[in-house]
């Protein structure tokens, strides 16, 4: 929290993260969560990114987003959604197939 709290200070909003970068994802989300708890800051206050691996199948990038997104959807939302990795253009396709 005081990492955040020190960089929101400064100005810097932009927390990027992801689920498998270790536990950095699962514990921004705590600190942020706990800050905006407590009345410290707003949801407004940041911006928050992580990302995904696009998956040769859409059922495993299912998997991977719902692990993802039960820790993250207790900020409400995510601000930028990236996919890590992209070396094969087919691989986001299967990924958003079937998005309107």
Same mark, same amino acid.
């Given at each position: 929290?005081?990492?955040?709290m020190s960089c929101l200070k400064i100005g810097l909003n932009h927390f990027e993260t992801a689920r498998f970068y270790g536990s950095s994802?699962?514990?921004f989300v705590a600190a942020l969560v706990d800050l905006m708890n407590e009345g410290?800051? +707003?949801?407004?206050?940041?911006i928050f990114q992580t990302k995904v691996f696009p998956?040769?199948?859409k059922s495993d990038f299912v998997k991977q987003w719902?692990?993802?997104?039960?820790?993250v959807e207790k900020l409400g939302f995510v601000?930028?959604?990236s996919f890590?990795?992209?070396s094969d253009d +087919?691989?986001?396709g299967v990924v958003t197939s079937d998005v309107e």
């Amino acid at each position: 929290k005081n990492v955040i709290m020190s960089c929101l200070k400064i100005g810097l909003n932009h927390f990027e993260t992801a689920r498998f970068y270790g536990s950095s994802e699962i514990q921004f989300v705590a600190a942020l969560v706990d800050l905006m708890n407590e009345g410290v800051v +707003k949801r407004e206050d940041f911006i928050f990114q992580t990302k995904v691996f696009p998956m040769e199948n859409k059922s495993d990038f299912v998997k991977q987003w719902n692990a993802s997104w039960s820790n993250v959807e207790k900020l409400g939302f995510v601000d930028l959604l990236s996919f890590h990795c992209v070396s094969d253009d +087919k691989l986001v396709g299967v990924v958003t197939s079937d998005v309107e």
